[in-house]
């Protein structure tokens, strides 16, 4: 990891973020109580996360262009995310970038980032 470059660059800029976000949607897509939160058709998630996950790590601001503000917690409000499903969400995410070749302390650092945003979409108890 070089301290001195973005998340964004660190993780490959737009190849590697994209690679990464295949291979995290691949597991959400397989996972028993998270595929039923998502479209049958993946393709817009995948653009829109790639777009926002740019953003949030310090590549082009991509999500803001194209649909504004991101306001994240109030675009999923309609989906229900348990404490549980932040974690399984998460775990999906670890095991991406373990797949996808993101070795530590890099690995740690984008997974600190995320669990910030993750618990801060649930909006309903535990399950």
């Given at each position: 990891?070089?301290?001195?470059?973005?998340?964004?660059?660190?993780?490959?800029?737009?190849?590697?973020?994209?690679?990464?976000?295949?291979?995290?949607?691949?597991?959400?897509?397989?996972?028993?109580?998270?595929?039923?939160?998502?479209?049958?058709?993946?393709?817009?998630?995948?653009?829109?996360?790639?777009?926002?996950?740019?953003?949030?790590?310090?590549?082009?601001?991509?999500?803001?262009?194209?649909?504004?503000?991101?306001?994240?917690?109030?675009?999923?409000?309609?989906?229900?995310?348990s404490p549980e499903r932040a974690e399984e969400w998460l775990d999906c995410m670890k095991q991406a970038l373990e797949e996808t070749g993101v070795a530590?302390?890099?690995?740690?650092?984008?997974?600190?980032?995320?669990?910030?945003?993750?618990?801060?979409?649930?909006?309903?108890?535990?399950?």
């Open positions: 990891m070089n301290p001195n470059q973005s998340l964004y660059d660190n993780l490959g800029g737009a190849e590697g973020l994209h690679r990464l976000v295949e291979v995290f949607y691949s597991k959400v897509q397989l996972h028993p109580q998270l595929s039923p939160l998502f479209p049958e058709d993946i393709t817009p998630v995948l653009e829109k996360q790639y777009q926002f996950l740019s953003q949030f790590f310090g590549g082009p601001a991509l999500f803001s262009q194209e649909h504004g503000h991101p306001m994240m917690r109030a675009r999923h409000m309609h989906i229900p995310i530590e302390p890099l690995r740690s650092v984008v997974l600190s980032r995320l669990s910030g945003p993750a618990h801060h979409f649930v909006n309903m108890p535990q399950e």
